[in-house]
């Protein structure tokens, strides 16, 4: 629910007036499809009694999912996680791993947790994907592979690292938990290197509860990591070390439900793009991550870049003022994953080799998207931001008063 007019800095919720949301807006609430359908799936199960180990419903989605990307083997699992975890091992990960710090944590930890060492790379100051280049120094007698994450569902630089991994013999994996339904140059993403990664996560636009996917046209692969999934079992003995993660019944239900809706809330997300576009158009320093109309996107990160030095305020400041409105944003990505436990520790001076990383981790802020919020809601967000704005200096010197005062207490 919107209430208030938000006109001069005043009816900011920072300087005592009412919150403009009563109830959080916030980044990742999920979107559900067909309640009524999902049930009758889960009785079903109930019924039938076969509630995981490769049941009905995991075989559907993934030949769903295998026919919608036209990739040769959709492989469901656990969570994006887990599915990192077994194609890294599927495709022979081993020493070094050239990674990005610009991403959720897991795709380090994926590397960590199996005792291969990330190697971190910089992004490309126009992408936030890996730099091809930067890949090309990092590169060592010790590096076996590349993870290459498309942040926010924007491709890679694909041909390119494609050909370094080739080049140099590497192994490369495309974390790919953003980019579901997403193309690079017309083709459906999870056609690229030797896996790709979905996570289906209860945040993503497309939803299994928890869940994902690893996907590959390499035949060899897919049966490694279809067996490493489950115990590396093949029949009753195990050929590979293996792990659990195997998809459940209703997870894939789920999963089904939301695939009938998938258009619908590909829909809804550039919808409320393009209404943050028009909204927040020309108000300073805040920038609006930008699309390739040429491709296909799931639009399910709508992130603003707030520079200070033309806002007047930093992006934590933006995120401070939002919150006392009942709007709940995340810092996707902040900090990188270098200034994480265990990496903080192993890498101090990381930091120095990664400028671009440093710079985009303190401006990036994600906004609340999805079948949650409505066109009025995205105008109210905006507005309190180009309020923000045009009044800066009020708005920092409130701040940091407020800040002091937290900090005495
Ligand atoms: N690689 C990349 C690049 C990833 O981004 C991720 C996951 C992975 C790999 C690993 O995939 P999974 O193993 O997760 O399948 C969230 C998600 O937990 C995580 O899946 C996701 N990336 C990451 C970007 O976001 P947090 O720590 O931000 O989650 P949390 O609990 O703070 O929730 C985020 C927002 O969603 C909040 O505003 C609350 C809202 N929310 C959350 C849940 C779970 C809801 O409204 N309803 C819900 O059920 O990590």
Request: with cysteine; aromatic share 10%.
């Amino acid at each position: 629910m919107v209430s208030k007019e938000i006109s001069t800095v005043k009816d900011l919720a920072i300087f005592g007036a009412d919150p403009a949301f009563s109830q959080y807006k916030m980044v990742g609430v999920p979107n559900i499809g067909n309640r009524e359908l999902l049930f009758s799936y889960i009785n079903d199960i109930l019924d039938r009694k076969w509630l995981t180990n490769n049941g009905k419903y995991v075989k559907e989605l993934e030949e769903k999912i295998r026919v919608m990307l036209g990739v040769k083997h959709a492989i469901a699992v656990s969570n994006g996680t887990v599915g990192l975890e077994i194609a890294i091992r599927a495709t022979g990960m081993t020493g070094e791993v050239i990674v990005p710090s610009f991403t959720f944590v897991a795709t380090a930890h994926a590397l960590s947790w199996q005792g291969i060492i990330p190697k971190f790379s910089d992004i490309n100051r126009n992408t936030y994907t890996l730099d091809a280049e930067g890949i090309e120094k990092n590169i060592t007698e010790k590096t076996r592979g590349i993870i290459c994450v498309h942040v926010y569902g924007r491709p890679c630089n694909i041909d390119q690292i494609s050909e370094i991994a080739r080049e140099h013999n590497l192994s490369l994996i495309f974390d790919a938990a953003h980019a579901f339904g997403n193309s690079y140059k017309g083709r459906p993403i999870g056609n690229f290197g030797d896996a790709e990664i979905f996570s289906f996560h209860a945040t993503k636009f497309f939803n299994t509860f928890e869940g994902g996917a690893i996907v590959t046209n390499d035949d060899d692969i897919a049966e490694k990591c279809e067996q490493m999934r489950n115990f590396g079992l093949n029949g009753e003995a195990s050929r590979y070390l293996g792990t659990n993660g195997k998809m459940n019944e209703v997870s894939a239900a789920m999963g089904l439900v939301n695939l009938e809706s998938i258009d619908e809330f590909v829909k809804i997300n550039k919808r409320n793009y393009m209404t943050y576009r028009h909204e927040l158009e020309g108000i300073q320093g805040i920038k609006l991550l930008e699309y390739d109309e040429r491709e296909k996107y799931n639009y399910q990160y709508v992130v603003i870049m707030v520079d200070e030095n033309s806002a007047g305020l930093n992006r934590d400041d933006i995120m401070r003022v939002l919150n006392a409105e009942g709007v709940k944003t995340k810092r996707y990505f902040f900090p990188g994953v270098h200034k994480m436990e265990p990496y903080k520790t192993m890498f101090p001076d990381m930091y120095k080799f990664l400028p671009i990383t440093e710079m985009v981790t303190a401006k990036v802020l994600a906004l609340p998207t999805g079948t949650s919020v409505n066109d009025e809601e995205i105008e109210k967000i905006s507005q309190i931001i180009r309020i923000s704005v045009a009044h800066h200096k009020d708005v920092k010197a409130k701040l940091i008063r407020d800040y002091t005062n937290d900090s005495s207490t």
